[in-house]
């Protein structure tokens, strides 16, 4: 077994993912990401992290250099609602590394409209890959954790399932059923020194939120007294806190990371 710590990021391709997944590998863990389909995203991730841990300096890393001959990068190109490929990702991960001893769960879609106008088939995929691809993963990696006698699981949710949203119903229904994902997990968690949290982030300047017209961009970096969204790497640093064995007495909580919109 691999003495390198390793951390599993669902969505790890891109956006909050990628800038997750860069700060663990400067950190010297193994990283393991799991994309849906775009290869030259994953393939970017993966010269990143390379990069990042040539950079990282053994003096503070966890682990040290792989001693195993392996690049310290695997990216798993799975669908985290579909049941198999999750048991197959997870698998593919243990057998090149040996352990998990994070998750983060970072895999989301958003389908937004109003309630009228939300199609049952959009309600029931924004919930399959935002809920129902972070149970699989949580079940997947906690037999592993257990046996190790530790782990950290950190479930990205959003401020929108805290608050609510108008046209985001499916959405925020999601986000909130991760809060409550993770603190059941938490409270299975601690007498096997394995820790659940999760992270609600604000507006974050990714692809997702790139995509929506220049007006509701600016609305809402109005309602941020920061008055400006998150890059990627300031929510990364929640999750790394929140996700590393810095982190030992932190369990059931979300953490908002929004720049003060939700106070
Ligand atoms: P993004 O769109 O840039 O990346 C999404 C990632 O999820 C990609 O790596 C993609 O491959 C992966 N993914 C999507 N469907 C998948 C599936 N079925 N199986 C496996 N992987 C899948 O998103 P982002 O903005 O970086 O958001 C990351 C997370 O943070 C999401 O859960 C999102 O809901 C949440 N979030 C984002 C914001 C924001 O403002 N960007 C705010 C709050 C919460």
Redesign the pocket.
Known sequence: MSERKTVLI????????RATALRFAKAGYNVAI?????ET?AEKTGKLVRKAAEQENAADSVGGPAEDGTSGFLAVK????AETDVHEAVARVMETFGRIDTLVN?????RDALLIATKAEDFDRTYE??LR?AYLLSKEVFRPMMKQRSGRIVN????VGLHGNAGQAAYAAA?AGLIGLTKSTALEGVKRGILANAVA????L????GALPEKVTDAMAARIPLGR?AS?EEVAETVYFLGSETNTYITGQTMTVDGGMCM
């Open positions: 669902s969505g790890g391709s891109r956006g909050i993912g799991i994309y849906a389909g775009n995203a799975a669908d985290v609602s970072c895999a989301g879609i958003s890959v935002n691809g990205i949710s959003s401020i986000k982030p604000g507006y974050v990714t692809d997702m939120t969204g990627p």
